[in-house]
T-cell receptor, first 115, second 113 residues
Framework: AAGVIQSPRHLIKEKRETATLKCYPI?????VYWYQQGPGQDPQFLIS???????DKGSIPDRFSAQQFSDYHSELNMSSLELGDSALYFC??????????????FGPGTRLTVL | GNSVTQMEGPVTLSEEAFLTINCTYT??????LFWYVQYPGEGLQLLLK?????DKGSNKGFEATYRKETTSFHLEKGSVQVSDSAVYFC????????????FGTGTRLTIIP
């Protein structure tokens, strides 16, 4: 079965650079979520999109922005990178049934290292 | 707000031992509950879920029962294997309003032969 695809899998950037992470949801899934997992920590919700509109926002820094495109893929744009942004970034997708989103399925993550 | 309290780790067990990882939650209403597993160097995989009180989720020999009266969703397995070594996350998702997952802190499980 098709899974959530994330690219790149690994990314190394310098401080103050920008990074773009991409997420391709499971086919026919209409909702995308972004989570950040610091070393040894639990995943923290950043932002979500349903049908290309932002549906919820968590602890996402103002330096970060995201969007969902017409083909439902999503991109997380991160600017002015800081050392503390080094983390594993997960994308998850789900489908909305009867107005409620079903189970979230996660991608393999993008490991971002900021030097 | 919503929160998940998970058994502190790490947990080390011998192969074929019985496993329990405790998870309790605080939430408004009746959320859906999940266990996700993260193997070394990999992403989060859904292990099992339960969407209403008294539901039992099960997969790969793991089980968890949604207990509304004790607001708990403890993970159990009767006989663990070395391949079960991973980090286990308990999570909840409200069934109305925002739909983000709230995770517990994770429990690192190591099974020794």
């Amino acid at each position: 079965a098709a899974g959530v695809i994330q690219s790149p899998r690994h990314l190394i950037k310098e401080k103050r650079e920008t990074a773009t992470l991409k997420c391709y949801p499971i086919p026919r899934h209409d909702t995308v979520y972004w989570y950040q997992q610091g070393p040894g920590q639990d995943p923290q919700f950043l932002i979500s999109f349903y049908e290309k509109m932002q549906s919820d926002k968590g602890s996402i820094p103002d330096r970060f922005s995201a969007q969902q495109f017409s083909d439902y893929h999503s991109e997380l744009n991160m600017s002015s990178l800081e050392l503390g942004d080094s983390a594993l970034y997960f994308c998850a997708s789900s489908v909305r049934l009867a107005g409620v989103s079903d189970t979230q399925y996660f991608g393999p993550g993008t490991r971002l290292t900021v030097l | 707000g919503n929160s998940v309290t998970q058994m502190e780790g790490p947990v080390t067990l011998s192969e074929e031992a019985f496993l329990t990882i405790n998870c309790t939650y605080t939430a408004t209403g009746y959320p859906s509950l999940f266990w996700y597993v993260q193997y070394p160097g990999e992403g989060l995989q859904l292990l099992l879920k339960a969407t209403k009180a008294d539901d039992k989720g099960s997969n790969k020999g793991f089980e968890a029962t949604y207990r509304k009266e004790t607001t708990s969703f403890h993970l159990e397995k009767g006989s663990v294997q070395v391949s079960d070594s991973a980090v286990y996350f308990c999570a909840l998702r409200p069934n109305f309003g925002n739909e983000k997952l709230t995770f517990g802190t994770g429990t690192r499980l190591t099974i020794i032969p």
